[in-house]
């Protein structure tokens, strides 16, 4: 599948999140809007990401979900790490570290990840080449079962 078929099928599915989430389904709506901050992300469109990955960390943090807030706290690092703004991409890191060791997830690989990318952000201070991608494994939502398999994970 191309990558703008993907797109147009992840906005799709996630317009319809986006009116569940406009009727007071805040989680939904912040699952939307990671959705679309990854999608837009593919397309290095960067500046619109960090919007949406911010909207959609509200969204979480209106509900009280700490999963979903450290993963767009990581989003928000890859993100701006991707941009060449290191200083923000080590404060979203060292967030997304706060709040994982908050949440109730007892997998050790999120952090593990987390601190490599936080390691690879302080060790290329003053270079704008990314050595890690956004990672689609990020999203609460793509446990999604509609969503297209092979190009979210």
Not at 56 to 67: H, T, Y
Not at 81 to 94: R, V
Not at 135 to 140: A, F, I, V
Request: net charge positive; proline share 3%.
């Amino acid at each position: 599948m191309s990558m703008g078929l993907f797109v147009c099928r992840a906005m799709h599915l996630n317009l319809l999140h986006f009116f569940a989430g406009a009727r007071g389904e805040r989680k939904g709506q912040g699952e939307c809007l990671s959705n679309l901050a990854y999608a837009v992300s593919q397309m290095k469109n960067y500046q619109s990401a960090v919007l949406l990955y911010r909207g959609a960390l509200q969204a979480f943090s209106d509900v009280g979900d700490l999963q979903g807030q450290w993963q767009m706290c990581e989003g928000l690092g890859a993100t701006h790490f991707c941009l060449g703004n290191t200083e923000q991409a080590i404060s979203y890191y060292k967030q997304a570290l706060t709040l994982f060791g908050k949440s109730k997830d007892a997998s050790s690989t999120p952090r593990e990840r987390i601190l490599s990318k936080l390691k690879d952000v302080t060790g290329s201070k003053g270079t704008l080449q990314p050595s890690h991608s956004l990672d689609r494994n990020l999203s609460p939502s793509n446990k999604n079962p509609n969503l297209p398999k092979g190009k979210l994970g």
